[in-house]
């Protein structure tokens, strides 16, 4: 199959969160199994032309945007795995500092920003002549990608075998627009209608996504169910309306990065079998969060984009709740000020056991996976969350809220059974981060517990193994429904 992955972020070269990770992985894992796989990218000023080889292509193209024609180049480079990747090179739109905002704040023309990157996508893939069986589109910047196949470009004999597959990283970030983003986007008024552009009165590129990719999915099993039942941000009937099922497909990580053994960023390296070095990466992180230094500190760990989807007032309220006892936080985070601030007020006032850091870092990221005990993630929400995975492949034992992929990935550990790779409580059943946590330090200093319940951290693998064959069965089915519709319609 040929397939077109589109999205707005892609490791390794640009992060905001998990989708970047999906997306820089998940290729990989179809290009083995026989696929043509290529990705397309806007090409942000943070992506290193020099560090990625990235050439200019002999292209030059135009979209329109509202009354304005926008130039753009299309950029290339070959990954690790020699996947080709695609720049949209557009200055206005994509030349500034951030991916979607600065300063914790959403830039202005997003909506005109991803309705070019969308019909760019379009027109490149025409210049490049490669014509996708499948366009994988990801969140709502790429929502608009299935709307143009579907109405402007449902005659184009250039994508007649193409469909389109759309995947819901976040229902929370819709990219919800006033009606006349039908002009701006260059549709017709025609297709303003419910069953195709029209969400409320307005234009909403995550409700395009859904009513018109020819499959939708997200990204864990009860998160499939959770949005189509109660937490679908408004999307419940949009899902519900769509005659086929909504693919809960889980992600998983890549443990080549992801790996204690190998990583260059932490003090020591680790494995399963030998877990000297990790006791050395917590007292490397004691040490960097200027706290006392000694194994009997209980040490949290907190990577995470700064935004209420991850539970922050439960965790500002637990640590003051958890103050004058054994245990330290750190936590690594950007993204809302509020937050931040809050946070920080914190630690200004225990300094001895709560570090705060801002900003994006790979690389102190590593270490706090690496050097700390448990790591929690209480979020409110969460499509599936990866952090809890890199933690267990760290041999951090995740303290999560029972919601979406945090509920299929996580299980209590029963010091009975001695079965499990974490905890978990239950917001929505009034379960107590804080009496979870306690009940969690009691497991922590029986070391023999303990040990068992880093075994079991480390022996839940969340491989793309298994998801990639689910994702290569959803574009055979949407291939095949596409194939029995021409041969039903022309008989
Ligand atoms: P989400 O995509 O909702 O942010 P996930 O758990 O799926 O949550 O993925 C988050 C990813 O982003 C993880 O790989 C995590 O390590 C990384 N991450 C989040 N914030 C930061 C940060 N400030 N610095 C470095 N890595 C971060
Ligand atoms: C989103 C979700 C997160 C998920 C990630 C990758 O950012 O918030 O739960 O793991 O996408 O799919």
Same mark, same amino acid.
């Given at each position: 199959? +040929? !397939?077109?992955?589109?999205?707005? /972020?892609? &490791?390794? @070269?640009?992060?905001?969160? =998990?989708?970047?990770?999906?997306? *820089? ?56 795995? +020699? !996947?080709?990747?695609?720049?949209? /090179?557009? &200055?206005? @739109?994509?030349?500034?500092? =951030?991916?979607?905002?600065?300063? *914790? ?387």
């Amino acid at each position: 199959m +040929n !397939i077109l992955m589109a999205a707005s /972020e892609c &490791v390794p @070269f640009v992060k905001v969160g =998990g989708l970047a990770d999906v997306v *820089g992985t998940l290729p990989k894992y179809l290009k083995s199994l026989g696929h043509d796989v290529r990705l397309i990218l806007p090409k942000y000023a943070a992506i290193d032309g020099k560090k990625y080889n990235i050439k200019t292509l002999p292209y030059r193209l135009q979209v329109k945007v509202g009354q304005d024609t926008e130039s753009f180049r299309i950029k290339h480079c070959l990954t690790k795995d +020699n !996947i080709s990747v695609y720049f949209i /090179e557009n &200055v206005r @739109f994509f030349n500034r500092p =951030g991916v979607y905002g600065n300063n *914790g704040q959403d830039y202005g023309d997003n909506r005109e920003r991803y309705i070019f990157f969308c019909r760019a996508i379009l027109e490149s893939v025409k210049a490049l002549m490669f014509r996708p069986d499948i366009v994988h589109c990801h969140d709502w910047q790429t929502g608009l990608v299935p709307a143009y196949l579907k109405t402007n470009l449902k005659n184009d004999g250039f994508f007649w075998n193409t469909s389109s597959v759309f995947t819901i990283h976040n229902i929370a970030y819709q990219g919800h627009f006033r009606a006349d983003t039908i002009e701006v986007a260059g549709f017709l008024w025609e297709d303003f209608t419910p069953d195709k552009l029209e969400f409320y009165n307005s234009v909403n590129f995550m409700k395009c996504g859904i009513s018109l990719a020819d499959a939708v999915s997200t990204v864990s099993p009860t998160y499939a169910k959770e949005i189509k039942e109660f937490n679908g941000m408004g999307m419940e009937i949009v899902l519900n309306s769509r005659t086929d099922e909504v693919y809960g497909i889980l992600n998983g990580i890549d443990y080549n990065y992801w790996n204690p053994k190998s990583n260059k960023s932490i003090e020591s390296s680790y494995s399963k079998n030998d877990l000297f070095g990790k006791k050395l990466c917590k007292t490397a992180l004691q040490n960097l969060c200027g706290f006392d230094v000694g194994e009997g500190y209980y040490l949290f760990g907190c990577i995470s984009r700064f935004d209420n989807q991850k539970g922050f007032d439960i965790i500002i309220d637990a640590l003051y709740q958890l103050k004058g006892t054994n245990m330290q936080f750190v936590i690594l985070g950007s993204g809302n000020q509020y937050i931040e601030r809050q946070l920080k007020e914190a630690a200004l006032k225990m300094p001895s056991t709560i570090a705060v850091f801002s900003g994006y870092n790979e690389d102190l990221a590593h270490k706090i996976y690496a050097g700390s005990d448990v790591y929690i993630m209480p979020s409110n929400f969460e499509p599936c969350g990866l952090s809890q995975m890199i933690a267990l492949a760290y041999g951090t034992i995740p303290i999560v809220n029972r919601t979406g992929g945090l509920s299929d990935t996580i299980v209590y550990y029963n010091h009975f059974t001695k079965e499990g790779n974490g905890f978990v409580f239950n917001i929505t059943y009034g379960e107590n981060f804080v009496q979870t946590i306690l009940k969690s330090e009691k497991i922590f200093k029986d070391k023999k517990n303990w040990n068992i319940l880093m075994q079991n951290a480390f022996n839940s693998k969340f491989t793309w193994d298994k998801s990639v064959l689910e994702y290569e069965k959803m574009y055979q089915n949407v291939i095949h429904n596409k194939q029995y519709k021409a041969v039903f319609i022309r008989s």
